[in-house]
C-alpha cells in the first residue's frame, strides 16, 4: 500500500524515536529490501507429537489427526520439527518466555517492529483471545526489555487503538478521530467517503481494486462491532445482537466469558488481517489463551481445560487424549481461517499471504512431557518469494548430533523480513539461519 493511500485513511500517526534494538544483536538497523509482514501466531500447550507431525513427501504430506484441519491449507506450510528451546527454564512459563525471545530480553515481534515499522502507525501489534485470563505475565510470549507484554484482549478496545483515526479527511495529521461509541454508532468509511472518493481518481486500476478490498475489510469489521449482518461471496457472518462488552461481567469479564472465545478469536484475526493490509503495522501478534490454558472450548465437546487435557497420561485414546486432540483441532480450524483470509486479500503482486510470514508456535513440546524438544513449530506464507511451502523440515541431530536450537528459526524469519541479524538469542549450535529456509 503506498503512502497516499495510509495517509487517506489516517492509519500513520507518530511512532516515536525507534529503540536500536538492532545493536543488540550486533549490527544497526537497516531498511528492508521488501514489504514483507511478519505474523506470530501462538496455541498453548504443545501437542501429542505422534499425532502432530505429518508423514509422506513434501508436496504429499499426509496429516494425523491433531493436524488435519490444516489439510485445506498444506500447500501454504511448512511444518518443522526437531527444533529444540535450549536455556532458560523447562516449564510451560519457561517456555513462552523463550519461545519468542531466544532467553534473550526482547522478543522476536518487538524486535522486528523496531527495526522496520518507522513511520507506521504501529511497530508491532499484540492482540489476544483469552490471553491474559487467569494469567500473568510469565506466561506471555511478548517481551521488551527483559518484561513481558499483555496482549489487548478486547476486541473493542483493539479495534478503537487500531482503526480510531479512519473517520477524518485532511492531510493526514495526527487528529484525535471518532470515539468507539462513535464508530458504534455510525459508518467510519461513509464519514470519509470524499476522502475515498478523491483518492479513487488519482489510483490506477490495480491500486483501486487493492483499496476497494480492504474497504470491504473495514466495512467487515465495522459491521461485526455494530452488530450488524455481513455477508459475502464466501460466507455469512451472523451475530444478532453484536459483540459488545457488558458491565453487568464483572468475572470473568465479556471479552474473557468461554462462550465468546470463538467470536473474539474471530474478530481479533480479521483486525490483524485488516491492520497487515491496510499498513498499520508490518508485525503482529495473537495469541490464543496462554501457558497452562485453563480455556474449555464447549462446542469441541470436551469436558476438560485445555491444559488439563493435555496431561493424558499414556494413553493416546484415553478420555484426556481426545479432549486435547479436539482443542487442538479446533484452534488449528481458527489457523485454516487466518490462513485462507490472508490468502484472499491481494497484495503487491500476489496477496497478503504471498507477502507474509506467519509462524505458529506453542511453549511446549508434549503436553504431557513438559519438554522443549523437537518443538512443533510451522511456518506459513510465500515472504515475497522467499518461502517455499508444502513441505516438511526436519533438523533433529543435525547439530553435530544434536537437534538444532528454534533461535536459528528466528534468525531465519527476521532474515525473511530484510533484518539481516546472525543470531537472536541464544547461538549455542551455532550462528545463522536454518539451512533449507
Not at 146 to 174: E, K, M, Q, V
Not at 236 to 242: A, H, K, M
Not at 316 to 326: H, K, M, Q, S, T
Not at 379 to 396: F, K, P, V, W
Request: aromatic share 6%; with cysteine; proline share 4%.
Amino acid at each position: 500500500m503506498n503512502r497516499s493511500r495510509r495517509r487517506m485513511l489516517q492509519l500513520l500517526a507518530s511512532a516515536g524515536v525507534a529503540t536500536p534494538l538492532g545493536t543488540m544483536f550486533g549490527r544497526n538497523a537497516a531498511a528492508a529490501p521488501s514489504d514483507v509482514k511478519a505474523l506470530f501466531v501462538y496455541v498453548p500447550d504443545g501437542v501429542i507429537p505422534s499425532l502432530w507431525h505429518p508423514t509422506g513427501s513434501s508436496g504429499n504430506l499426509v496429516l494425523p489427526s491433531m493436524s488435519e484441519p490444516l489439510a485445506p491449507i498444506v500447500d501454504d506450510l511448512v511444518f518443522v520439527r526437531g527444533l529444540n528451546m535450549y536455556a532458560g527454564g523447562a516449564t510451560h512459563e519457561g517456555g513462552a518466555a523463550k519461545v519468542l525471545t531466544g532467553d534473550s530480553d526482547v522478543s522476536l515481534d518487538v524486535f522486528l517492529g523496531e527495526e522496520t515499522g518507522g513511520g507506521l502507525a504501529h511497530r508491532s501489534v499484540q492482540l489476544g483471545v483469552g490471553s491474559t485470563f487467569q494469567g500473568g505475565g510469565d506466561k506471555m510470549i511478548s517481551y521488551v526489555g527483559g518484561s513481558p507484554i499483555s496482549p489487548d484482549d478486547d476486541p473493542i478496545n483493539a479495534f478503537d487503538r487500531l482503526f480510531s483515526g479512519l473517520g477524518g479527511g485532511g492531510d493526514g495529521g495526527g487528529g484525535e478521530g471518532p470515539t468507539i461509541a462513535q464508530l458504534r454508532a455510525g459508518s467510519v468509511l461513509d464519514s470519509a467517503i470524499d476522502d475515498i472518493d478523491r483518492l479513487q481518481t488519482v489510483l490506477g486500476s490495480a491500486e483501486r481494486e487493492k483499496l476497494d478490498v480492504h474497504l470491504d475489510a473495514l466495512r467487515e469489521v465495522e459491521q461485526r462491532v455494530t452488530g450488524q449482518i455481513t455477508a459475502s461471496c464466501d460466507e455469512v457472518v451472523w451475530n444478532e445482537e453484536g459483540y459488545a462488552n457488558s458491565d453487568a461481567d464483572n468475572y470473568p469479564t465479556t471479552y474473557h466469558r468461554e462462550d465468546n472465545f470463538g467470536l473474539v478469536g474471530k474478530l481479533q484475526t480479521d483486525q490483524l488481517t485488516l491492520a497487515l493490509a491496510c499498513g498499520v503495522t508490518r508485525v503482529g501478534t495473537l495469541s490464543w489463551s496462554h501457558a497452562v490454558s485453563p480455556t474449555r472450548i464447549a462446542e469441541t465437546g470436551a469436558t476438560r481445560a485445555n491444559h488439563d487435557a493435555s496431561h493424558y497420561g499414556s494413553d493416546i485414546a484415553g478420555e484426556a487424549a481426545a479432549d486435547y486432540i479436539a482443542h487442538r483441532r479446533w484452534f488449528m480450524e481458527q489457523f485454516a481461517y487466518l490462513i485462507e483470509r490472508m490468502r484472499s486479500i491481494p497484495d503487491t503482486g500476489g496477496s497478503l499471504l504471498d507477502n507474509a510470514v506467519v509462524f505458529l508456535c506453542t511453549e511446549i513440546n508434549d503436553g504431557n512431557l513438559h519438554d522443549h524438544a523437537d518443538m512443533p513449530f510451522l511456518l506459513a506464507g510465500g515472504a515475497s518469494g522467499q518461502l517455499e511451502t508444502g513441505r516438511s523440515l526436519d533438523y533433529r541431530g543435525t547439530a553435530g548430533g544434536e537437534n538444532e536450537a528454534h533461535t536459528k528459526l528466528l534468525v531465519s524469519i527476521a532474515n525473511m523480513m530484510g533484518v539481516n541479524i546472525e543470531t537472536f538469542g541464544y547461538s549455542g549450535t551455532g550462528t545463522g539461519g536454518l539451512d533449507g529456509l
